[in-house]
């Protein structure tokens, strides 16, 4: 079956940096994204990695491995205002969505 | 600014009542999707639907319909709402997945059936 792993849930200290873990096996790989979602509100869009590697905007980087079926995502600097949950998603060989439960971060100051 | 907007944030509904969901979005987008989500799980597909007058069943159909007559508007029908469908539902449209293929996603609609 296809499956998506992300840690539960995660603490961090304001201005510190963290990293968000993201495994998955689907079958087939079209790309891989990463959204942000403030409690109560949508989704909305973080990064999006098709090719091995490193992609930086900003404060936050998300890294591909498609090798090692492996991703994340890493905020710097964090702010108080990055508590939120952050879904990793897959788009498999049928350009569908599989979608992580997500990623709960909690920033203390 | 892209919008995706859903007709109603809060429902309480009864077992067994029709229930509506309305979602319209303003960015010309060939793809429409539902998904309901819940604590602990990832998004779950409902229904998507690539063009006007066309849907395709996702991964939990059973239970709901949808229409899009139009191409900016996609809704989804519960003929018989039940408990288990108490959730948060959200509407989301995409350009083709050839351009990276992001979703945008409207507020939610969060219901919850009595």
């Known amino acids: 079956g296809q499956n998506i792993d992300q840690p539960t849930e995660m603490t961090a200290t304001e201005g510190a940096i963290v990293q968000i873990n993201c495994t998955y096996q689907t079958s087939g790989f079209n790309g891989l994204f990463w959204y942000q979602q403030h409690a109560g509100e949508a989704p909305t869009f973080l990064s999006y990695?098709?090719l091995d590697g490193l992609e930086e905007k900003g404060r936050f980087s998300s890294f591909l491995s498609r090798s090692k079926g492996y991703s994340y995502l890493l905020l710097k600097e964090l702010q108080m205002k990055d508590s939120a949950s952050y879904l990793c998603a897959v788009r498999d060989s049928n350009y569908q969505l599989i979608w992580g439960a997500g990623t709960k971060l909690i920033i203390k100051p | 600014d892209v919008k995706v907007t859903q007709s109603s944030r809060y429902l309480v509904k009864r077992t067994g009542e029709k229930v509506f969901l309305e979602c319209v979005q303003d960015m010309d987008h060939e793809n429409m999707f539902w998904y309901r989500q819940d604590p602990g799980l990832g998004l779950r597909l409902i229904y998507f639907?690539?063009?006007?007058?066309?849907?395709e069943k996702g991964d939990i159909p059973e239970g709901y319909s949808v229409s899009r007559e139009k191409k900016e508007r996609f809704s989804l029908i519960l003929e018989s709402a039940s408990t288990n469908q108490t959730s948060m539902y959200l509407c989301a449209s995409s350009l083709t997945p050839e351009v990276t293929g992001e979703l945008f996603f409207g507020e939610g609609s969060r219901l919850t059936v009595l």
């Open positions: 990695n098709v």
């Open positions: 639907s690539y063009d006007v007058k066309m849907k």
